[in-house]
């Protein structure tokens, strides 16, 4: 299956600056990349998500580019608040199935 | 957002018994379910993929008879972890596609089992 890694796996700034989340994939067929957002005992809420067709994307503070080429694709929050803390995982869909990233357990400092 | 309601929330049973989570879509059609597995502090980990009327295919490392799905409708899919062991203790969630292809999966909202 699909291989999706995630990094860093821990990321701490301080409020009002910029967090940028990086991962690759492995699978050239993937062409769905959903980003989520995962606080402590919830489950995943979709923040972000752009195709293969899309270089960037971009939601108010949030905003996704993709590689097609280089096979990676990255996260950035700007003017991050103490909300934003939260883990964040990438995913893949090489098809009908999601893979994860790892993780990162972003903590944003008032 | 479509809805995907898992039952139950918490559970707790004892070493060899078995339990039985449900996952529900409760708005659309979802020929095509997910089972993650969830450590503490690590991430989702797909375990097999349940698929309505017909077999589910599961990850490699993943047990087929311990983990028993069911895919008996197009609103409802069911894990069932038999003769659990303390070591099955996780956070079990479902998620669901609204549409085949390249769309949001929405998930359930998870099952915490301990075994004790």
């Known amino acids: 299956g699909e291989n999706v890694e995630q990094h860093p796996s821990t990321l701490s700034v301080q409020e009002g600056d910029s967090a940028v989340i990086k991962c690759t994939y492995s699978d050239s067929a993937s062409n769905y990349f959903p980003w989520y957002k995962q606080e402590l005992g919830k489950r995943p809420q979709l923040i972000i998500d752009i195709r293969s067709n899309v270089g960037e994307k971009k939601d108010q503070r949030i905003a996704v580019t993709l590689n097609k080429t280089a096979k990676h694709f990255s996260l950035h929050i700007t003017e991050t608040q103490p909300e934003d803390s939260a883990v964040y995982f990438c995913?893949?869909?090489?098809?009908?199935?999601?893979?994860f990233g790892t993780g990162t357990s972003l903590t944003v400092i008032p | 957002g479509a809805v995907v309601s898992q039952h139950p929330s918490r559970v707790i049973c004892k070493s060899g018994t078995s339990v039985k989570i449900e996952c529900r879509s409760l708005?659309?059609?979802?020929?095509?379910m997910f089972w993650y597995r969830q450590f503490p502090k690590q991430s989702l980990m797909l375990m097999a993929t349940s698929n309505e009327g017909s077999k589910a295919t599961y990850e490699q490392g993943v047990e087929k008879d311990k983990f028993l799905i069911n895919h008996a409708s197009l609103t409802l899919s069911t894990l069932t972890v038999t003769s659990a062991h303390p070591e099955d203790s996780s956070f079990y969630i479902c998620?669901?596609?609204?549409?085949?292809?390249?769309?949001?999966?929405?998930f359930g909202q998870g099952t915490r089992l301990t075994v004790v």
């Open positions: 995913a893949a869909n090489p098809g009908n199935q999601f893979y």
């Open positions: 708005d659309f059609q979802a020929t095509t």
């Open positions: 998620s669901a596609p609204r549409d085949r292809g390249n769309t949001e999966a929405f």
